[in-house]
Nanobody, 127 residues
Framework: VQLQASGGGLVQPGGSLRLSCAAS????????IVWFRQAPGKEREGVSC????????DYADSVKGRFTISRDKAKNTVYLQMNSLKPEDTAVYYC?????????????????????WGQGTQVTVSS
């Protein structure tokens, strides 16, 4: 299983970025994907996840109302639209996947629930 995260960059406070996570190498009908981030000196944080249904999503309180997770099923790609970015959003963002033969009702943002993760993409919010 391979995950390719992209879309990071440098943006000013209040700006937007869209991250992409392209998944390949699995045959399961169902999967959940989580975006998590790691900033220097801070605990790793599960930012958002999506389950089998596009309506099955979850967000950390720190990003609710600003970030939106979505998916292109045909491409096995999950996106994280990040708006109203703040300096505290600065981190390396990773995506991880949990393939499953069973329908996933609740994705869960805890990283230990996921089996594979890819390289990160740096997001820097600074003026």
């Amino acid at each position: 299983v391979q995950l390719q995260a992209s879309g990071g960059g440098l943006v000013q406070p209040g700006g937007s970025l869209r991250l992409s996570c392209a998944a390949s190498g699995f045959t399961s009908d169902h999967y959940a994907i989580v975006w998590f981030r790691q900033a220097p000196g801070k605990e790793r944080e599960g930012v958002s996840c999506i389950g089998s249904s596009d309506a099955s999503t979850d967000y950390a309180d720190s990003v609710k109302g600003r970030f939106t997770i979505s998916r292109d099923k045909a491409k096995n790609t999950v996106y994280l639209q990040m708006n109203s970015l703040k300096p505290e959003d600065t981190a390396v963002y990773y995506c991880a996947i949990r393939p499953s033969m069973w329908y996933i009702f609740s994705c869960g943002r805890e990283l230990e629930r996921y089996d594979y993760w890819g390289q990160g993409t740096q997001v820097t919010v600074s003026s």
